[in-house]
Antibody, heavy 116, light 105 residues
């Protein structure tokens, strides 16, 4: 079955970087884009950006431009999201999701905690 | 940027009730709209795409309608497993609505 499996929880200090992975299985990886969506505690869903697994083209949310980089490794069917200069308000569950317009399925989520 | 709003922000309902949630886009988006269900501690689940197409495996009590700027998600007969938060999403710029929590009356 189609599945996205994400890396484990991270605890980071303010100013550090985090890199979350998302390994896809059950479909042709290069046939779909991958989006990243985050959810702060008790809050709604915030789209962070999208990457084409076919050619690596990216589209980032304006709010995160300059701090986020999304990449893929087609040899391992894995997508990555790196967020730099972390702040306390980056504390959230980070999800990857397959799709170029609507998202299905989603990864299980990765909790990133930013705390000094 | 296209902004998405949802109403109500929360609704209390009973099993068997018909529940309707509205989503509005700040400008026309044709049928580029999706609906998701999220339960506490879980990833969102796609229910409806292209405004009115039911995702495979989703019960037929869920339906979507609308185009342009105004959209609705309807649950025809609320079941215990439907108590959750529902989000709309504009499917071109990917903006999500703020969510509607459906809880037990």
């Amino acid at each position: 079955q189609v599945q996205l499996v994400q890396s484990g929880a991270e605890v980071k200090k303010p100013g550090a970087s985090v890199k979350v992975s998302c390994k896809a299985s059950g479909y042709t990886f290069t046939s779909y884009g991958i989006s990243w969506v985050r959810q702060a505690p008790g809050q709604g869903l915030e789209w962070m950006g999208w990457i084409s697994a076919y050619n690596g083209n990216t589209n980032y949310a304006q709010k995160l431009q300059g701090r986020v980089t999304m990449t893929t490794d087609t040899s391992t069917s894995t997508a990555y999201m790196e967020l730099r200069s972390l702040r306390s308000d980056d504390t959230a569950v980070y999800y990857c999701a397959r799709g170029d317009h609507w998202f299905d399925p989603w990864g299980q989520g990765t909790l990133v905690t930013v705390s000094s | 940027d296209i902004q998405m709003t949802q109403s109500p922000s929360s609704v209390s309902a009973s099993v068997g009730d018909r529940v309707t949630i509205t989503c509005r886009a700040s400008q026309g988006i044709s049928s580029w709209l999706a609906w998701y269900q999220q339960k506490p501690g879980k990833a969102p689940k796609l229910l409806i795409y292209a405004a009115s197409s039911l995702q495979s495996g989703v019960p037929s009590r869920f339906s979507g309608s609308g185009s342009g700027t105004d959209f609705t998600l309807t649950i025809s007969s609320l079941q215990p497993e439907d108590f959750a938060t529902y989000y709309c999403q504009q499917a071109n710029s990917f903006t999500f609505g703020p969510g509607t929590k459906v809880d037990i009356k």
